[in-house]
């Protein structure tokens, strides 16, 4: 599929053309689902079991428990075309062509005697025309997507501790818009966590999450032991304290408070790509009206250091400014996100949904050395119930200023109804001509295309 000579209105309508029809569809039924259509990270549809979800109903005998709780399903299927015309060096990759599938069955106990449990596990099957990282396809582009079954999820969880939720075990941890602990939902092998977590809400308007972590299901899977290159693409062990407080007291803003230590053990370090850290920030977000509208700001700053025994003795940080307004037809929001860098360590974020951020290309999913700053703008509207968008980055090296490239994002996304989503994406990066491929060797050309549908039960 070659985008790049294409029109900016031709990308456009490969986007939503694939929707046009649906919209006498009924509307979208629900407000949170443009979470995850506007690529946030939020997927509301399929975070069964998450951190913050409530506990089944008590049962009375352990025998009722087990035969008396809630059975869920999903399936999503996926095209991804990815288009990287022109590599630094060597061969150029082959245009990734990734068709997948995925199947997610759990099942989730009724409570009894305050304990309860959930198993879930999921399948997907693709084609081979792509790099999953895992098929030894080393001559096409990457697509994360590995044909594996894995288990997803599978905890005992505890609430006879009031207004407190405890899991053991395999579960999603998503950590307010994701942008250091997230599930990565737009992969169709989500990231899970092994540990422990403790959410507790008896102070007022206030959630206060504290969990260990002591292994990350990455999105590669863990067969991709198998492909030379250890565990490290499927696993990251660690002995991580995460704490995250929430306040939503003053009303006309959420304030946020966290600090994650992340200490990888030596299989993880092995490789040289996953030093501890530790991060201790806040944030504060909310809106205020403004006649028949809303504006809506968020501000958010955070200092990182090496932790534990890592050999780097470094300090970065992290800063978002973002400010929009809500015109009830459509959103349109301004944005500022500096993650430092000095040409010799960077600020990192390896637990984070990083697609949901600095654009949908993927080229930054590893932080340049020389760090990164993005300056970005997006709208969305909604249309007979099909969400539309655009967004736009400009994206420049902290350390030095030198321009890396821009980027668009385009989107369009249909919930039909209760059970059924439909919806197509287009990303298109395009590197300065000067961008220093040694500080930033993922910033090359990038064009990507989705078609996507799924069914939850």
Known sequence: MKLKNRTLFQQMSLVFTPLALLALAPQAYSADYADYAAGTGVDVKTNVGGLYAPAQKAAGTFTEAITSGKTTANIQYRYENVDQPRPVSGARLKEANASTIRLRLGYETAEYMGFGGLVQIEHISANDAYNSRVNGRTNYSVVGDANVTELNQAYVSYSGVPQTRLKFGRQLIRLDNDRWIGNVVWRQNHQTYDGVTAVNKSLPDTTVTAGFITNVNRVFSDASIDNGTGSFLGNHHMRSPIFN??????????????????????????????????????KIKGDAPM?????????????????????????????????????KVAQFKLGYELLSGNGKQSLSTPLATLFAFNGWADVFLVTPKNGLRDVYANARTNVAGIVL??????FKADHGGNKYGTEWDLIATKQIDKTYSVGSRYARFRADNAVDHVNCAACIDTSKFWVYGAMNF
Request: glycine letters at 14%; proline letters at 1%; hydrophobic letters at 35%.
């Open 245 to 282: 407080v929430n306040y939503k007291g003053l009303g006309f803003a959420e304030l946020v408070g966290y600090g994650y230590f992340l200490d990888y053990d030596q299989s993880a370090k092995a490789f040289g790509l996953a030093n501890s850290t530790k991060t201790i920030g806040g």
């Open 389 to 394: 968008g655009a967004d736009y980055h400009d």
């Open 291 to 327: 006649g028949d509208n809303k504006l809506m700001y968020a501000a958010e700053y955070a200092r990182q250091s090496d932790y534990k025994d890592n050999p780097i003795d470094f300090t970065a940080h992290y800063t978002l400014l973002e400010g929009g307004v809500d015109v």
